[in-house]
């Protein structure tokens, strides 16, 4: 009985608009109608006016264009902050004649359109919740406990968006369309914890949505983008209808320097293994210290408190992975607890 | 027969100006003329206009004026990127009548005033290498393999005091501002290798200073500031003519992501004692590249190097140590190999 | 009858410490107890992290208690931005035997200290205002349209202040620490207008403040810092009880590309003049755009919004005057119109 | 007898991927192959890492090629720091069945790609000189006072390209690569001064490139930018063999704040005409002061200098012609006097 089987690349990036090196996975045999995301590392602010993003994504579909593919989730995350490496993480799956033996798997789904009104608010979070639970049924997970990493891709309100909306009669849940951004993420991580069992829906108010966060997803990552109106959702998980050398488990960071918590989780993994991907959530703790000593990244005016995040669990992850080409991405409204966020671990296995 | 015993205070600090937390040490019992040496880490940009060392040294200044102390060696380094608390470490001494047992020692000296065109030149290193051998005669350390750590405070140009030596028919080292605080830093450092006998002083020559990185010492950690012209120079290392529960040793990172050699250099100090202090020099790898992945740092016209470097080696630390009131300073020209630096602990010994 | 008589002084300064150029005043024959108000433009970045707005504060403090001088108003706006020159301007203010006859007059107050939850709320607009005036019986200005320049001192949250304010059950305007300057300028601004019968108070609602933006002062000027927690106040204006060849007038700059309304002011001052201070407040319009063309000051997440203004405004207004040491101060929230700002003007008679 | 006529056009742009106002030139008649030239001003840090340079570029290279043309000039300068507005400015140009009547010319040349280690030395120089007579014959100019506005966008060093040439055994001019910028900007210029017989070529050497700022050309305006290895040149001046409305001229200003100087240029063209284009140099008074003023633009570790610069002068020129959409391009090494800079306008007169 066949299975489904998983690959992942992580391929340097000499800049936003350098995809020659994924170009070179087809050429050593990589099918490129077998790719379904793309996680990028840009090298601009990762902040409202980080171009880097588009210029990747642009360069990134004019090339799956030449290529014949289209629909590809393409993901990018801007901030290579301290040692942090420009890199792209590419997921790809096909079906092999090997039976399942519980493995590395990757699902996707899309969410029907978001109304304006409807984001940052309940709504979004149920129609998330929904999304996550079709993307695992198409990675075969049926246990949430098999789930590692929710990635979600997110819409905002724009001008326009919102004006439509008023035009119709209805409210907004904000007229700021960068505060937009991350009200969405937020909705969005707890429509991940909401499928995943983590939260009751019925327990949720508009209100909570980037105020409560004692609310969180263990193992969301959601980023938003003015280019959809809808959600692109990965989940990676370990499933039995899988097969092949991969395997994913996460950490959830309690703060900034819970080192611990990731080296556990790596050594949850198969010791024979060699490191595929790391994926991580980063953020400055909103209570302005980390283990009763104060940190200056909230009260920074030249530098936003994201970067410095980023450049500094890029440190914790780098000094315990030994690597810099790790996704960290910054922004981790409930996700994971505040000030710290979610680590997923890919391996693969020696063979 | 009698021992000089040191002492080492980590104390958190509020802002440039906080010097409460030091005074509360005088109240607990600490002598305030007992003191030798204060390295700071304040929360400015740790460039060219950080003024936040100057704050803070008028600050300790003032304090200690307030308790008639004169003397004491006040090394301010700006940064706290990442999660980097602002802090003060104090060191003390004072004699005791406990036989010398071999334990943390201290010693400082004061260069004379450097002019401004021999910044960067021959003439620093040798300047700064009679404040060393100074230093150590004064810490009671004979042999160089048991200095661990020697700080140095060093000048900077302004564009005001290039624009003086040039007025006086001088040239300067560089009219680059930031760049005179590398080549200061640079310097000094080689000034410690040509004391510690890493370097023999007839084989440099100015255009080695910060080019020729292949040279460097081991234990040299060098800040330079705006407020000062001559050099303040603080040793520590081990010696048999102090006793108490203090040890150091030290670690050479090798690169930004050399966990490694900080956990084996953990290792070689006493197994039942609690950490004193970090102290650390961080820089972005000239090369570009750590370990094969290219990293932004010096492509990036935002954000200095050096606070990217002090960002992402402050969370490799953390990572290790479990706190974020580590001294971490940036620019670690000619301290340790190119894109490393030196690390010292000191650690207390359980009682 | 006796008159009061203003004097102004522009002094360069070296650094946030340099407070040479003052001291040299009082060599020349300026009684020290005669100052009333210093404004600074120190080289900070004006935001919440700008330690030099303290550092220099420090610095006057020392130097004034060295003369026996006390309660001189001390505002530092940080940001020297573009070509903008750190320097001091020194009011003075002295009882002359020449009958008065319409010159400069200058007035100042302090308020009591305001709780944190008050900031950027009604209390500190009504707070302010009964400062104001205050200032202005100080001034012996009566009627409202002699007033030219308001400046006030105020202050803002830190992560710090939060925290205490919550801890004690209540709670505060904003969390973004960079937001709350801007809330306690917009509050402190309403003041004024309130003060000057430009706004009736009881019009005026909490959430008013920093979003209706058609409310404002033709001649309030606000900064705040983190080093008070109440309010300094200078009015500086005509009064027929004072003398000597001091005049002031002021514009209301449209826009930030006005200069029309700023040469207007200029030539209402007597023309056989020089120019004594220029004082200005500078922000990026609210609206994204200036006559019809979009701006990127708002969207720039690499250098503050207010940083952009007070260059651009400088440069204005540098190329209007022909000096670059203007004082030029950022975030104008309901100090003149949108986008647009007040603009004093001091000019002395020749004589 | 026909002649040339050139087309000046000013679009605004919502992005550095913006292109429709272009294109929307196309509906209104514009003929896309009359088009020599696009120089824009695009929204990034006009630095190292200003990838929105290559991603308008890109923008304009995909149109171009829709509508089938090729080799048109394209010239990005990032930073529209200020009030400055991202913008494009299209010159095209066409043969009418009009006599010449002296008007606005426009030439357009590209020279060979530079080797890395020729960046910034004598070989640069010569290279661009060949390339300016180049386009001062395709515009028809051959009085070099003719020619008023020399534009050239030529290359810069990046950490990788730094390590290429030394593989290859050669030395580079720097391995600072925000140095790389001004040392290929001034050795531009200084092509540029050669080209117009400003200056003699055999007087030069390399050491004289980013040093000896007396010596300059009063109509250079030279960017560099990441995404070309070549040099690409605009030459704008008067010609007998043009016709049409529009007229051009400059002015050098002295220094930042000279107004005065501009005004008259503005003063030397017909009255009864409006603006078309302003196009200018800006740097930091490499002094460290402007008329007797320290200013702070070369100690900011903070804001590059050039950020600084435009904001600053922007201001300047805006609040003398009252647009904001003016081409304000920072670094002017050899471009005008040191810390002034050249200032071309482009009007087209009234009918």
Known sequence: MPSLRAHVFRVPADGPDDVAGVEALFASGLQANNIVAVLGKTEGNGCVNDFTRGYATRSFETLFSRYGVDGVSIIMSGGTEGALSPHWTVFARETVETPGERA??????RTPALSPEHLGRREQILLVAEGVKSAMRDAGIDDP???HFVQIKCPLLTSRRIAEAEAAGRTVATHDTLKSMGLSRGASALGVAVALGEIDATSINDADICTRFDLFSRCASTSSGVELTDHEIIVLGMSAKWSGPLSIDHAVMRDAIDAHSVRKARERLPENSRLAAVLAKAEPDPSGEIDGRRHTMLDDSDIAGTRHARAFVGGVLAGIFGITD????????HQGPPGGGPVAIIVEKEQ
């Open 145 to 147: 406990a098999d789930a």
């Open 104 to 109: 590395l798997a990757i699902g996707v789904s």
């Open 326 to 333: 790790l996704y960290v991405s910054g922004g981790a409204e």
